[in-house]
């Protein structure tokens, strides 16, 4: 019989599943083949195995890598623009004025790797962004090695990418076309938000999306007063007239969700929608605590997102599972909503769910992608370890991620990058803020 050969041979303290809640495999190896995992051993087990590469990870938890389910990556250059504002006040009074004078294809571009090397390191290995310039963003994405889904933003008003929403339609599908065939790269279509959409346009998405097999992903119900002002124009909820357009399907990934009765969230699961929680920005905007340990009991499938590091600040899907759970807690006034491995959940499978890939990726089984993180537990912060699960959701911060893959190709290893250059992300970083200033 001979000696099995793989690629990669990773043998960890702890591995998280996350195929079942609370699984956690002591001592065990993985290895991969041809970017998948190829077989899951007790360590003591695989002592045959070869490898052109063997990591030891001796103090790590291995685990799925995070699902950012809803970002705006190229927005990481206003990052600290104009905080502390009202989400309305900060939309139309600094931050579209601000994309108005600078938002162009290198923007994207150098906005989004910046953002895809704050996430790699922070243990994201897939982005499903909004926002323009769609070119940009996918090219960010294969520089980086990112899992990425290119959100093409649609509005009824012109901005610098184009200037009515047929417009947006025609740019982004010609956009598309040009990235059709890459694994990494996915095109979806992300009407901004029922304030900013008509319903001619809706139905025109609906329409297309089924065409075209894309998903659509949508800012609904984040303020108390997108709810209001919908009543007061349209006569019904966001939700309800959505509905009445066939925007609600599998297909649609709702991001924040915030202002849900209970007739709405039964609307929503029986529609098979999804859901992006983003819990820090909605609490930097004041936007609300989302009713998410409702959505979980109805079956929604919640994943959690970042939003934008202009309205967040950070892109920290770590802080934002800690973020999740003590929100849900605080938010229900009960003490096991949310528990760590629905957090972490949340933040791999449930997003690979939303986003049709989780055959793919979201958990640590045999025959699915290596899209992978290791966390360092060693440190004094993380002293002792009772429970990896618990610890990576309340105790572990994204300076402890140490690795991550993506169909097994390593992306960051030993905290370092590996395909983006630091130095260069932070002195592009640096020219915009000047090109800001200046303006």
């Known amino acids: 019989m001979s000696t099995p050969h793989y690629d990669k041979i990773i043998s960890a303290r702890w591995i998280i599943t996350v195929e079942n809640d609370g699984e956690v495999l002591e001592n065990h190896t993985i290895a991969l083949k041809n970017g998948r995992i190829a077989e899951i051993a007790p360590t003591a087990q695989t002592v045959n195995w070869q490898a052109d590469e063997h990591i030891e990870l001796a103090n790590h938890v291995l685990m799925p890598g995070l699902i950012n389910l809803h970002g705006h990556s190229a927005m990481t250059l206003l990052r ?14 600094h931050i579209w004025p601000a994309e108005g004078k600078h938002v162009q294809d290198g923007f994207v571009f150098d906005g989004a790797l910046l953002a895809m090397g704050e996430m790699i390191r922070g243990g994201t290995t897939t982005i499903n962004d909004m926002y323009f310039y769609h070119g940009a963003m996918a090219r960010a994405g294969l520089a980086s090695g990112m899992r990425t889904f290119v959100g093409c933003s649609i509005l009824e008003f012109p901005t610098n990418y184009a200037s009515h929403a047929d417009d947006y339609i025609s740019k982004s599908l010609a956009e598309r076309r040009e990235f059709l065939g890459e694994e990494l790269i996915t095109f979806t279509l992300a009407p901004h938000a029922p304030y900013t959409v008509s319903d001619a346009t809706f139905s025109k998405i609906v329409t297309l999306a089924e065409q075209e097999d894309m998903l659509i992903h949508c800012h609904i119900h ?5 709810v209001s002002n919908s009543v007061t124009e349209h006569h019904q909820r966001p939700l309800a007239r959505l509905q009445q357009l066939g925007l609600l399907s599998p297909r649609l990934i709702a991001a924040h969700m915030v202002h849900l009765n209970d007739a709405e969230i ?6 098979g929608i999804s859901i992006a929680h983003n819990p820090a920005s909605n609490m930097k905007l004041a936007s609300g605590i989302a009713p998410i340990p409702k959505m979980l009991a109805a079956g929604i499938t919640v994943g959690l997102g970042t939003d934008g590091a202009a309205s967040n600040n950070k892109l920290d899907m770590l ?10 807690k605080v938010g229900s006034l009960e003490p096991t909503a949310v528990p760590a491995a629905t957090a972490i959940r949340m933040a791999t499978l449930n997003g690979a769910r939303a986003l049709g890939i989780e055959d793919k990726v979201g958990s640590v089984t045999k025959g699915k992608q290596a899209d992978l993180i290791a966390i360092d537990l060693s440190a004094l912060e993380t002293a002792p370890t009772f ?11 994204r300076e402890q991620v140490s690795h991550a893959w993506v169909n097994g190709r390593t992306l960051l290893q030993d905290r370092q990058l590996s395909t983006l250059d630091e130095s260069a992300l932070k002195t592009r970083a640096e020219d915009w803020r000047h090109r800001i200033l200046a303006k």
């Open 266 to 271: 039964e609307l929503a699961a029986k529609h």
């Open 80 to 93: 600290g623009l104009a905080d502390d504002k009202a989400l309305m006040d900060w939309l139309t009074n």
């Open 222 to 226: 984040e303020t108390a007063e997108e």
């Open 387 to 397: 429970d990896p699960i618990s610890h990576v959701v309340y105790a572990a911060g």
């Open 319 to 328: 802080s934002d599972m800690r973020l999740a759970a003590l929100l849900a």
